[in-house]
């Protein structure tokens, strides 16, 4: 059993925001919290919709209605807000208005800042040229750009007017935007000339422009320069941003809308065919990602948040939500973590006085291939909190982030969920313990648990489905024209129950852990694992910069195991690597789960939140179809797999 490797002093117990939530609402603990917001869910979401303070233009009449069944429950029914109330208008003739919204670093170095005044400015500007051209509630708006600061100006200002925000991700291609936008039925787009990545122009006008050959819905798209450049123009359709915004009032009126009124429309890539929408809405997403971040994660006024990520994945929505909703500064950057330098994540948290660094374990994994040297170098102690989601880590992987990044003085958080749940389900918190990969537990509000496949919750230490046992404020309002879909995908397995699909397990002193997709199950002559386990034994080798453990036929034992990996540089990609995999996952986990192979590959296909894609790893070395590929940030290692495999 792990040890517990870190524990908040009393005084930052005290000043947490969790600890103030707890007395505020008079409960005697963190446990005493889960109770009783499994048991009376509406009585602990009108707390957190008071706590977090969120403005509603008309008070909902209810603030739960699951009269058309558990999957379809509704939210402050009857109530009309518009997001923006809280990400803008709340900090009008106030001292925040006049700070740092945004703070920006290009790859080049160059850097621009916005305060709340002019983020505010910026998007009404924006929100009143939108409207200029009819778009309004009815609307979905693609928004097709790095994370610049005018994407914050673009999200808001599509949310002003109440029309609906489709985030694109920043690399995708023409038939992925294509995909994604005929499905939303999307009338406008929001676009830039072009980005850098590593040192390179890349452009994203001229992709999005073949995408729309393909897309006749859409009638407007904005584009904002960001240099000279020539540039193809449909004048029937085109904008320049900004010409049309020039002499546009700094402010507007938000529309006013229902509180379930759709704020995103973001899509995940589904195992086969096409990406799945889910629906979140204004009142949800808003308020569950802000009572996951502002009072689980801590995230305060004074904080500075660096997170690098993408508009298209719900990182980026979340950033630029939680930070103006608590009245932070978010540190947007463009590029990557380790270019032009290797260690430019850590001179970004030095020169920026980041507070509150958000992290991938693939980012980290990925930054420890140049030793400890570079980070040395720089001083990381503003960091307060370092928070992590997206996937399980790996011993290895959690314990050089927190002994070189958090100088073991910071906690290492963990944080995991969905797009789907607007947030998380389960989480760390300064009022709980520490130990490598852990969680504390659920999310209040979120009454998560782990079940056999008969519905039973599992004893400590085995483990089981996770689950939600009650709807949530910030679960998806179904896939987007695929009812279908949404109750087979998240509702079929156990009534009323929602299944996330990723194995979990508790230890004996309560903390929770991840094991991955519970769709990944290996079954070996017999006996059953997640592939995180034995993904985990063969990093530990430190020969292993990433693997995937995949299950491949086999007519004796049913399945056998299959080790994916990326050698650590200096690591030769042989015989004698290959022995030593197979002997540590048979040390640890017994003879059946030896691999029966192991192939080398110099990277593994990873979708834009850096999630490795076990399926498309399968899919590539049985030579099968791998479905939904257009998520993927490098397409090429899929091939790179197949040839491996001999497929290729």
Known sequence: MSEIVWRAEPSVVADSTIQRFMDALG???????LARAADDPDWFWEQTIQFLGFAFDRPYDMIRDASAGVPWTKWCVGGTTNATLNFLDKHRDTPTYQKDAIR????????RTWTYQELDRQTCRLAAALMDLGLGPDDKIGIYMPMLPEVAAAFFATARIGATVVPLFS????????????DAGATAVITVDATSRRGRPIPMKPVMDEALKSIPTVRHQIVLRSNEGPLDWDDARDHDWAEIVAGKPDFVPAAIVEAEHPLLLVYTSGTTGKPKGTLLSHVGFTVKMSFDLLVCLDLKPDDRMMWISDFGWVVGPMITTVCTIAGATMVLVEGTPDYPEPDRMWRLCQEHRVSFLGVAPTTIRGLMRGGTEDIKKWDLSSIRIVASTGEPWTDEAWNW???????????????????????GILVSTLVHPLKPCSFAGSVPGMAADIL????????????????????????????????????????????????????????EDGLWYVNGRSDDTLKIGGKRTGPAEIEGLVMATGLITEAVAIGLPDPRAGQSVMCVCVPNPGVGADDGTAGQVRDAVAAGLGHA?????????SDLPKTRNMKIMRRVVKAAVLGQNPGDLTALVNPEAVDDVARAAGQG
């Open 104 to 111: 920006f670093e290009a790859e080049d170095g160059s850097i």
């Open 171 to 182: 690399g995708f291609g023409q038939e992925a935007i294509a995909t994604r936008l005929n």
């Open 452 to 507: 056999d496949e008969d519905g039973q919750p599992v004893a400590d230490g085995e483990v089981g489905e996770l689950v939600l046992t009650v709807p949530s404020i910030g679960m998806t309002r179904g896939l987007w024209r695929d009812p279908e879909r949404y109750i087979e995908t998240y509702w079929s397995m156990y009534p009323d129950i929602w299944r996330h699909g990723d194995w979990a397990n508790r230890d």
């Open 27 to 33: 409960v005697k603990d963190y446990d005493d919290l």
């Open 593 to 601: 789960f030896r691999p029966k192979d192991v192939l080398f590959v």
């Open 401 to 423: 982030c927190f002994e070189h990044v958090c100088r073991r003085k910071a906690p290492l958080f963990n944080w995991t969920g969905g797009t789907e749940t607007s947030g």
